[in-house]
């Protein structure tokens, strides 16, 4: 279920344009894989904020088996992440280094726990006089790039995939997790 879509704006500056374009492809997706779910909430375009740190979240997934934070880049040339994870954007046929968007949705997804944790009572409440917890609740970040872009890696990482591969790579993960319940 979709909970909040982005309001887009038309953008002037490119670079900001094909960013929304890469959250427009990832949103799509989202929306196509878990529109209709019931037991799945997607939020696009969330931000947070928790002891003066704050946080812009592309896509935020929530379900019963955890949270899953999406961050998506808009790569139309190509992207590198050498041996050491560190990445580099191709563009125009020149090479720039860039933030790794996985990193950065692992603060986002810190920042996230932070603010849900330090707020767990008005959210879960209690039972018996015992607060319920999201110590346990696992955050899982994956780095959504343009199904136009190329990924050249140095190092495996598993949560760095094409936009189109990350809707399916976390219903299976449900999949598996439901699978250990029954």
């Known amino acids: 279920m979709i909970l909040k879509e982005k309001q887009f704006i038309t953008q002037t500056d490119r670079r900001l344009a094909a960013g929304d374009a890469a959250e427009k492809q990832m949103a799509f997706y989202l929306k196509r894989e878990f529109g209709t779910a019931k037991d799945i909430w997607v939020i696009n375009d969330l931000r947070i904020g928790h002891d003066s740190e704050f946080a812009q979240i592309?896509?935020?997934l929530v379900s019963q088996w955890g949270l899953f934070i999406v961050e998506s880049k808009s790569?139309?040339?190509?992207?590198?992440?050498?041996?050491?994870?560190?990445?580099?954007?191709?563009?125009?046929?020149?090479?720039?280094?860039?933030p790794s968007p996985?990193?950065?949705?692992?603060?986002?997804g810190r920042i996230l726990k932070q603010l849900l944790t330090a707020n767990v009572r008005e959210l879960l409440g209690t039972i018996a006089g015992m607060q319920k917890g999201l110590g346990?609740?696992?955050?899982?970040?994956?780095?959504?790039?343009?199904?136009?872009?190329?990924?050249?890696?140095?190092?495996?990482?598993?949560?760095?995939?094409?936009?189109?591969a990350v809707a399916p790579a976390i219903k299976d993960w449900l999949k598996k997790c439901s699978l250990v319940k029954e």
């Not at 996985?102 to 986002?108: D, I, K, M, T, Y």
Request: net charge negative; with cysteine.
């Open 58 to 60: 592309d896509h935020l």
């Open 75 to 98: 790569v139309t040339g190509s992207v590198h992440i050498n041996a050491h994870g560190e990445w580099a954007r191709e563009y125009d046929g020149k090479s720039e280094g860039m």
């Open 102 to 108: 996985v990193l950065q949705a692992e603060a986002q």
């Open 136 to 164: 346990l609740c696992p955050v899982t970040v994956y780095a959504a790039i343009s199904d136009s872009g190329i990924i050249h890696r140095g190092v495996d990482l598993p949560q760095v995939m094409k936009a189109d």
